[in-house]
C-alpha cells in the first residue's frame, strides 16, 4: 500500500500511526449538481469542498485491482438522502459522468482530515431507483475509463474522419491516393532506366497529380 501510485507524504506518515481512522468519500458529478458524501457524521472538507455525512446509509462495493489490465467496476449506494439527491437521480443525465471514490484519513476522533487518495474514478453506467417505506434507495454502477478499450473505434485514418475532429486539417488528405500508389524505391523504375532524371520527373508528376486532387 506503501508504494502505491497519488499515496502523499501526509498518508504515508498517518499509515505509521498506532491507530487508525479511515474513511470513504464519494464525489458524482451531474451535469448541474455534484453530490458529495462520505461514511461518517457531520460535514468532511475534502479540498475545500464539503461531503455530507451518510453514516451507515452510505455503502459501496469491494474495490478490486490487480496487475492485469482491465476494467473492474464499483457499486455505490445511497439509503434514504433528501429529495435534491433523489431529484438529481430522476431527472439527470448520469451516464458517462464522472464518479471518484476517495480513500482518507482523519486526525484522531475529529472530522479533520490527515490525507486521501483516489481509490477509483470511473463514469457512471447504470443508476436504480428503489422506494421503500424507510425512503428511495440510489444504487449507482460505474466503471473505469480501462472500459473503453473494450469500446469500438468509428474513427479511422481518412480525410472524412480527419476533419470531423479537426476542422480544416489536411494531414489525411492524400491517404485515399496512397491505396494503389506504386512507390519506387531502391530499384529501378519500370518506365525509365532508374537514373536521377526519371526519378526526379516521376516524384515531380506524382506531387503535382496529389495537388490536383486536393
Do not use: C
Amino acid at each position: 500500500m506503501a508504494t502505491r501510485q497519488g499515496l502523499d507524504s501526509s498518508i504515508v506518515n498517518r499509515l505509521g500511526a498506532d491507530e487508525q481512522a479511515l474513511f470513504l468519500a464519494v464525489k458524482a458529478e451531474f451535469d448541474t449538481d455534484i453530490v458529495r458524501v462520505w461514511t461518517g457524521i457531520d460535514d468532511l472538507t475534502i479540498d475545500t469542498e464539503t461531503y455530507t455525512g451518510a453514516g451507515q446509509l452510505l455503502s459501496i462495493s469491494n474495490v478490486e485491482e490487480s496487475t492485469d489490465l482491465k476494467s473492474a467496476g464499483l457499486s455505490v449506494g445511497i439509503s434514504g438522502m433528501d429529495t435534491t439527491v433523489l431529484n438529481l437521480a430522476l431527472t439527470e443525465n448520469y451516464q458517462n459522468r464522472f464518479i471518484t471514490l476517495y480513500l482518507g484519513y482523519l486526525m484522531g476522533k475529529t472530522n479533520e482530515v490527515a490525507g486521501t487518495l483516489v481509490l477509483f474514478k470511473g463514469r457512471m453506467t447504470t443508476l436504480t431507483v428503489t422506494d421503500t417505506p424507510q425512503g428511495s434507495n440510489i444504487s449507482i454502477n460505474a466503471e473505469n475509463r480501462l472500459i473503453d478499450l473494450d469500446r469500438p473505434s468509428n474513427f479511422r485514418y481518412t480525410k472524412e474522419s480527419q476533419n470531423f475532429l479537426h476542422n480544416g486539417d489536411t494531414g489525411f488528405n492524400r491517404v485515399a491516393s496512397l491505396q494503389d500508389k506504386e512507390i519506387v524505391w531502391g530499384k529501378q523504375s519500370d518506365t525509365g532506366s532508374g537514373g536521377t532524371g526519371s526519378g526526379s520527373n516521376n516524384r515531380a508528376a506524382t506531387i503535382a497529380r496529389n495537388r490536383a486532387e486536393e
